[in-house]
C-alpha cells in the first residue's frame, strides 16, 4: 500500500508523475499535486533533496489528495526527514546512498512506520562497483543492484518494497525488468527513464511500458517526459485505458485517416473535437469520420459519432442516425450529444431521436448516394492505377 492505493498483488495498474516545482513552495507544489491527480495521477512523487523541502512534505502530505513518495537523492537524513513528515513511500536510489548501515537504518525507520520504499535503480546513476564489475550498464547490473539492496533490507527484516530498474535505452530496460521479473516477486514499478520530449519521449516510454505490460510485468507506470507533467500523467493514464487495465475515464476518440472520398477537413475536426472533449469526463468512444458512405458502418462499434455529409454532419449512436447537423456545428453537436449519451443512458437518447431518426436515415442515404455520385466506387482512384500498372 502507497498511503491507500495499493500496489502490485493483483490491483489494478496505477500511474504515477513527479512535480517539478520546489518541494519547499508547498502551495505551488500542492497546485501542481492536484493537476497532476486530475489528469490522472494515483500517486505523486515529490522531490526531497533539502531540509526546507521535507519542511514542505510536512505541509504538504496533509491536503494532498493522492499518496505522496519523497524522492532521497544522496543525503539519507532526507530520507528520515521525510518520514517524519509522514511521507506515504520513500524512492531510494541504490546509486546514490550505498552505505549499508544508512540503508539499514532508513529501512528500519521505514518499518517502523509501515512505510513503504521504491528501490529506485537508474541506469543512469549505477552503482559504480556494479558498473565496474559488469563492465557497463547491464540488465544484470541493474538487477544486481536491486537484489543488493533487498538484502540489506532483509537485514532488518523490511519487506515493503517496490522495485524499479529505469534505463533511457528502451531494450535496456525491457530485459532489465524481464529478468528482474524472474528473481523477484516485489511489484515493479515500470519506466523509461530520461525519455525526452514528445513525441519521441511518449514513443519510447509507450514501447517500454506497453510492452511489459503486455507481458503481464508490472504494476505502476510513470511516463518521464521533458514535458509539463500533467503529459505524464495523461500519458499514464491513457495507456492503461488503451490496454484495457483500466476502466476508461475520459474519451476515446477514434478518428478515420480520411482519404479521397473525405468531405470535410477530417483533421482538423478530429483535433477539434479532442480539445472540446479534453477536460470532460466521459467514458465513452467517440468517432470522427470523413464520410457517410462508410463512416458509420466502420465505427458501427463507437457510443457515438459524426461523419461528414454535404455541409452537413450525420450523427449517429452505436451505429444509428439519429440526427443531421449543420456543418459548423459537428463538434459542438458532438459534445452536446455525448454528454446526454453518458447522462441518460442510450436507451433515453435512442428516446430523444425518436422524431429526428427517420430524416437522419434519409439525409445521411441521399448524401451517401451523392458521395458515390460524384465520386463513384473508386474515390480513391486506386483501381484507376492498378488498371494502368496492369496495361504497362
Ligand atoms: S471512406 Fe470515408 S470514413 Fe473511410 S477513410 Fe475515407 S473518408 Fe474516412
Known amino acids: 500500500m502507497v498511503g491507500d492505493v495499493p500496489v502490485g498483488g493483483g490491483a489494478p ?8 516545482t520546489k518541494t519547499a513552495d508547498h502551495e505551488a507544489t500542492l497546485q501542481q499535486i492536484y493537476a497532476l491527480a486530475g489528469a490522472g495521477a494515483d500517486i505523486v512523487r515529490c522531490t526531497c533533496n533539502k531540509p526546507d523541502a521535507a519542511e514542505g512534505l510536512a505541509r504538504i502530505v ?15 537524513r532526507m530520507a528520515l526527514a521525510a518520514l517524519d513528515a509522514g511521507v506515504h513511500c520513500l524512492r531510494l536510489n541504490p546509486g546514490n546512498i550505498t552505505d549499508p548501515s544508512k540503508i539499514k537504518l532508513i529501512a528500519q525507520e521505514a518499518k517502523d512506520r509501515n512505510v513503504p520504499i521504491r528501490i529506485g535503480v537508474n541506469g543512469g ?22 537484489l543488493r539492496e533487498i538484502s540489506y533490507f532483509d537485514e532488518v527484516g523490511f519487506d515493503l518494497v517496490k522495485i524499479s530498474v529505469k534505463a533511457s535505452s528502451v531494450p535496456l530496460m525491457i530485459e532489465a525488468y524481464r529478468q528482474l521479473s524472474e528473481v523477484t516477486d516485489y511489484p515493479l514499478h515500470l519506466g523509461v527513464t530520461e525519455a525526452g520530449p514528445p513525441p519521441a519521449g511518449l514513443l519510447k516510454a509507450t514501447a517500454g511500458i506497453a510492452t511489459l505490460l503486455a507481458e503481464g510485468i508490472g504494476d505502476t507506470i510513470r511516463y518521464s517526459l521533458t514535458a509539463d507533467p500533467v503529459e505524464e500523467a495523461k500519458a499514464g493514464r491513457q495507456l492503461l485505458e488503451a490496454l484495457g487495465l483500466r476502466e476508461r475515464k475520459n474519451v476515446d476518440l477514434i478518428a478515420c485517416p480520411s482519404c479521397g472520398r473525405a468531405e470535410i477537413d477530417v483533421y482538423k475536426i478530429a483535433n477539434d473535437a479532442m480539445a472540446a472533449f479534453e477536460d470532460k469526463k466521459l467514458p465513452l468512444q467517440v468517432a470522427v469520420m470523413g464520410c457517410v458512405v462508410n463512416g458509420p458502418g466502420e465505427a458501427r462499434d463507437a457510443d457515438l459519432g459524426i461523419a ?3 455541409k452537413r454532419g450525420h450523427l449517429f449512436v452505436k451505429g444509428v442516425n439519429v440526427a443531421v447537423v ?24 435512442m428516446a430523444r431521436a425518436e422524431s429526428t431518426r427517420d430524416v437522419a436515415r434519409k439525409a445521411a442515404e441521399e448524401d451517401r448516394a451523392r458521395n458515390l455520385d460524384e465520386r463513384g466506387d473508386d474515390a480513391n482512384a486506386s483501381e484507376a492505377a492498378v488498371e494502368l500498372i496492369r496495361k504497362r
Open 326 to 349: 449543420p456543418e459548423d456545428e459537428m463538434v459542438d453537436q458532438l459534445v452536446e450529444w455525448a454528454n446526454f449519451l453518458h447522462e441518460e443512458g442510450v436507451e433515453a437518447t
Open 125 to 146: 546513476s549505477l552503482d559504480s562497483s556494479l558498473y565496474d564489475e559488469e563492465k557497463g550498464v547491464t540488465p544484470e547490473a541493474m538487477v544486481e543492484s536491486a
Open 62 to 76: 496533509p491536503r494532498s489528495p493522492v499518496p505522496i513518495v519523497a524522492d532521497i537523492h544522496n543525503n539519507h
Open 13 to 20: 495498474i496505477t500511474v504515477q508523475s513527479m512535480t517539478i
Open 308 to 310: 461528414a455529409g454535404n
